[in-house]
């Protein structure tokens, strides 16, 4: 979650919001003076192996060789490449 704050609410309650940006929240301060923001406070991010392995199963089994034939081989994936970029390599 996003918080923005003011520099002066900041600056009375920074331990909370410190321990917000540990819990994985992103601090936002924001001058309220001049309506801009200054900066912000990001936790650190923390690789969660329950949270990756639980991704990597709920996409598995999205590329299998029946929805994509065109991939059957190294070398058709190589063509198939190939193609694409001569697609996209158009001159206007």
Sequence with gaps: MTLTVSIGKFRQNIADYIAKAKEGHIIVLKDEKKGQEIGQLVGKKTFNPQTFENAIHNVSGIFSAKKH????????????????RQIADRNF
Excluded: L
Excluded at 72 to 84: E, L, N, S, Y
């Design 69 to 84: 034939p065109e991939w059957k081989t190294k070398q058709d994936v190589i063509k198939w490449v190939k193609q694409g």
